[in-house]
């Protein structure tokens, strides 16, 4: 009796393990500023306005960035300042607003330069990666780089097993998504436009989520 008591508590156990829901998300490689719950929503960087050294070199063929999700559902967006002190001037988008499903490590593989970035061996400059963490705003998180030619000495990527870059229509239907792997109904769902990324990347960067921008988070 007592054996049978016992293992029948442990798949209650295991739902008992609520996801945690205020440490929103990490950036763990490139090596961040910082991370601050607090401060997280406050455009740029989650707060953090001083560039960190030592500067974490990046290829300039491109590279991983690993982040930690404490969500279970994000969506996740990429930007890129040129300079040694660029301030809020994110002006390229490295990766278009994706989304994605699962907890813990997720890597976004080979995230590469924009063409036409004027950029050689030596540039310093800042990636922030967004996520909609919060429903009604954006969290933060920046690394200071310098690019170079050579490339990684380790792979800095890992995903958590369950972690998954899901489709998800631009309106926002949370049916579309529900089962992951590409099962929509009806057409598929066509990759953000350029012109998408940018009124999303605007919403988030000024801080105010307008209409435009509401619809794509
Ligand atoms: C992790 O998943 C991302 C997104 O699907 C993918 O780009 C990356 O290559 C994966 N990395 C590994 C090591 O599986
Ligand atoms: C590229 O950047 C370098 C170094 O900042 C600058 O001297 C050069 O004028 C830039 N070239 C273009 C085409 O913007
Ligand atoms: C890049 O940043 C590092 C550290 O902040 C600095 O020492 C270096 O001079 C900068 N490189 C250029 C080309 O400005
Ligand atoms: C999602 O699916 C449910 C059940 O099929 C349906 O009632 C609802 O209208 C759908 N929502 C959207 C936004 O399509």
Redesign the pocket.
Known sequence: MFFSTTTSLLPILTLLLAPPTTAHFTLDWPTARGFDDAQATSFPCGGFNN?K???TDFPLSGGPLQLNMHHPRTRVAVYLALG?DPGSSFNYVLLPQLTQTGLGDFCLGHVNLPSGVNVTA???ATIQVVTNGDPDGGLYQCA?V?FTNAALSESHCNNNTNVKVVTENMQGNPNASASGTGTTSGSPSPSPSNAAAHVTAAGWLLGAVGAAGMALL
């Open positions: 560039v050294t030592p500067r040694n030596g540039t310093n200071d310098t």
